[in-house]
């Protein structure tokens, strides 16, 4: 039987009538459009589906849609300001830290969560960060040094 | 992509409204805690409940108290928060260390202490530490809350003595004596997102700063169906002064005294001879902390 849940998504309000077997991760997707979300392995392993719940990063897969009613949800789509992107996004692009991007949102989540609670990360604290994120790409160092560059741009 | 099977959800407000809709629906419903374990079997299909309670709802069950001489720890406690909390890091350091290395940071700010027990994995991380400190869990049913010891509660892989209609609210760990130190040690080919090839925690008290050992835990991790103690190698600390040559001797013996399987993260004979690594590691790890206390 669908349940009626109320979620803040991107700082929006919105009520939205699910089935209780319905992950976070389908519901912004496919209920509220938000692709910037990508599943992955959908079993928690590659921390692509990763969205800030309550300001934690969490795998979007392996939650219930019902269990967070009442939740503030950030996704990549509400990571800009408007036209301008946030430092992290920035980084990411002027350091070629995005090569086929499937795992840039979740890269891009762990990192400013990261950030927001220590503005001066040395490099085994970000390894740590982002080690439930992973790039099949590998560019992981691209990536590392972007958010260093992330962290020096906040600063200013 | 990996789907959910339908199921039905329901939210108690507290303890005593899920412990009835457990035992009315019986072995049909299953608890919900952080789903980071439940919900990987149940898109895998090995597990299709009908019924899913969820506990994260209700007051009281991610708490973390003092509690007469002891702290008691909610079930629903999110693993993160026993990597933070400042009351944790200093009173039960080998637990933080524990959850620290436990899957990714993305799923400790999800998965719970109590899922962590009670899905009885051999190779959870959880378990050693609590178990080298002498943890119990309290069990809650309908009719009756019983407390019972962690070195009771495990029967083999995926298998614990909780009864249907029973939920796991609580963890309890009475303060340590002092000169008391411990350590875990996971062994891991990479440093997340990682199922231990072996794992120890070792737990020691002294009877004084420079005194002989009074007490001492050693238990060994994903090399049996369940956490288990060295028993001999535990008696052989017990009584003497603490030196490496006694711990040398101990690790020999508790590397005989597993029995791992050949899998794909390591082979039997190279699970026992960790296990001996281990064990000394994690003792002088323990001693340097037990002289500081």
């Known amino acids: ?156 | 992509m990996h789907l959910l099977p339908r199921f039905d959800y329901y939210e108690p407000r507290d303890i005593a409204e899920a412990c009835k809709l457990l035992s009315h629906f019986k072995t049909s419903a299953r608890v919900i805690a952080g789903g980071t374990d439940i919900l990987v079997n149940m898109k895998k299909g090995l597990i299709s409940p009908e019924y899913l309670v969820g506990i994260g709802k209700i007051p009281g069950l991610s708490e973390v108290e003092p509690q007469n001489g002891g702290i008691s720890i909610g079930a629903h406690l999110i693993i993160e928060k026993l990597v933070e909390f400042d009351l944790i890091r200093k009173k039960l350091p080998m637990l933080s260390k524990a959850a620290s290395v436990l899957g990714s940071p993305l799923v400790r700010n999800r998965a719970t202490i109590g899922g962590n027990i009670v899905n009885a994995r051999p190779a959870a991380d959880l378990p050693p530490p609590l178990i080298a400190m002498g943890a119990r869990v309290k069990l809650r049913s309908k009719r009756q809350e019983r407390e019972i010891s962690l070195d009771k509660f495990f029967k083999g892989p995926g298998e614990t003595v909780i009864k249907p209609g029973e939920i796991l609210t609580q963890i309890v760990i009475d303060d340590l004596p002092p000169f008391t130190g411990g350590d875990y040690i996971k062994l891991m080919h990479r440093r997340s997102l990682e199922i231990a090839i072996v794992a120890v925690a070792s737990r020691i008290t002294l009877d004084g700063p420079d005194g002989a050992i009074r007490d001492a835990k050693i238990v060994l991790s994903s090399v049996a169906p369940r956490a288990v103690h060295a028993v001999r190698a535990e008696k052989a600390l017990i009584g003497e002064k603490p030196t490496e040559k006694l711990f040398e001797h101990a690790a020999n013996i508790a590397s005989t005294e597993c029995k791992p399987i050949d899998d794909i993260r390591g082979g039997a004979q190279y699970r026992c001879a960790m296990v001996g690594v281990l064990v000394k590691r994690t003792l002088l790890n323990a001693l340097n902390e037990a002289k500081g206390k």
């Not at chain 1, 009442?70 to 920035?90: C, R, Y």
């Open chain 1, 1 to 156: 039987m669908k349940r009626l849940i109320t979620l803040v998504v991107n700082k929006k309000a919105c009520e939205i009538a699910v089935e209780p077997n319905r992950t976070l991760a389908q519901v912004l997707r496919e209920d509220l459009g938000l692709l910037g979300t990508k599943v992955g392995c959908g079993i928690g392993d590659c921390g692509a589906c990763t969205v800030v719940l309550d300001g934690r990063p969490v795998n979007s897969c392996l939650v219930l849609a019902v269990q967070v009613n009442g939740s503030e949800i950030t996704t990549i789509e509400g990571v800009a300001d408007g036209q301008d992107l946030h430092p992290v996004q920035q980084a990411f692009i002027e350091h070629g830290a995005i090569q086929c991007g499937f795992c840039t949102s979740g890269m891009i989540l762990s990192a400013k969560t990261l950030l927001e609670k220590n503005s001066d990360p040395a490099e085994p604290e970000i390894r740590a960060a982002l080690s439930g994120n992973l790039c099949r790409c590998t560019g992981y160092q691209k990536i590392v040094e972007a958010v260093h560059l992330a962290a020096e741009m906040m600063k200013k």
